[in-house]
């Protein structure tokens, strides 16, 4: 059996930066609190806590602390409470997901209606709709969208949905409006995880897609896995057994934007485990990487 790695799984940029930001806010002397989970990793959220990097769920828990401001962003109001009950904010909201915000702020301000692609559950996407007081409706495909017309219209879509999914989307509405302004809002870390995650599932017969139940991305890539082979969307490597890896013979291994390498080798050596293979690795650079680009 072969196991290989999609390129370009795990932490992205914004990832890395929002933990960065909040390691060094850290002390260990004083807790400091991050208004939902930093990221969406639970593993990760629970490493955070034990370095004094509290959860907490809503903005009237909080007052006169230090509290960071997670890679999804926040929504107007929650931020102007933090502001009000005394705290002090620490952004770490990815540049990617701010630029999204500008741009309905934007369309906002030239009295758009705004169409976000997305999950309206999504705080990032929650966060967006805050910025926008003109019509805004949230779909999360492009069967979503109803029939109607507008004459003019802004589109947008959040940081994690899929391009094609985009195109689709804009294809659909061009017929139904007058003026349209697209801001193409995807990030470069989402294209190339899912770019290189659909490669690599062309040529498995098993995906295993290793991240948060509640990430985006992460069920955005088991999706697309799903599309082309057999997949298994695992938090941790205690989710795997015997019976579900043996028969195949060549497996792949992704991982969402929000998950650690450290999940990523435990599944690698977890499936080495159960395949009787004696190969183990300490660090997710020694796993065999696909290095297709094409997809
Ligand atoms: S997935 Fe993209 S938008 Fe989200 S945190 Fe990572 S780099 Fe930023």
């Given at each position: ?5 999609a ?18 806010a ?15 990793s ?20 909080l007052?006169n ?15 102007e409470?933090?502001?009000?009950n ?36 999504h ?7 805050s910025?926008c ?27 994690t ?10 294809g ?12 193409n ?7 190339l995880?899912q ?18 139940r ?12 799903a ?8 938090e ?12 195949h013979?060549?497996?792949g ?9 450290y ?5 690698y ?27």
């Amino acid at each position: 059996m072969e196991i290989l790695l999609a390129e370009h799984s795990g932490f992205c940029f914004g990832v890395k930066r929002a933990i960065k930001i909040a390691m060094e806010a850290s002390d260990n002397k004083q807790p400091i609190y991050t208004l939902g989970p930093l990221i969406h990793s639970p593993q990760m959220v629970n490493e955070l806590a034990e370095h004094g990097i509290r959860l907490a769920e809503k903005p009237e828990d909080l007052h006169n602390s230090t509290v960071i401001v997670r890679s999804h962003g926040i929504t107007l109001s929650d931020r102007e409470m933090l502001i009000k009950n005394g705290n002090t904010l620490i952004d770490a909201t990815c540049p990617f997901v701010s630029k999204a915000q500008d741009f309905v702020k934007k369309l906002c301000s030239e009295d758009y209606p705004v169409i976000i692609m997305g999950d309206k559950t999504h705080p990032e996407v929650i966060a967006m709709l805050s910025y926008c007081s003109t019509e805004t409706l949230v779909v999360n495909n492009p069967d979503e969208l109803p029939e109607r017309s507008w004459k003019k219209l802004g589109v947008l879509s959040q940081t994690t949905k899929n391009m094609s999914m985009l195109q689709e989307l804009v294809g659909r509405l061009v017929p139904n409006v007058e003026e349209m302004r697209l801001f193409n809002t995807i990030c470069t870390a989402t294209t190339l995880r899912q770019d290189a995650t659909i490669a690599l599932a062309k040529k498995c017969d098993l995906m295993i897609i290793i991240g948060g139940r509640n990430s985006s991305n992460t069920k955005m890539l088991a999706t697309l896995c799903a599309g082309i082979t057999g997949i298994l969307h695992v938090e941790t490597a205690d989710e795997i057994y015997a019976e579900q890896i043996s028969s195949h013979h060549r497996i792949g291994l992704t991982a969402g934007a929000s998950t650690p390498d450290y999940l990523i080798v435990d599944v690698y050596n977890k499936i080495n485990e159960l395949t009787g293979n004696r190969t183990s690795v300490k660090s997710v650079k020694d796993i065999p990487v696909n290095k297709e680009e094409s997809c």
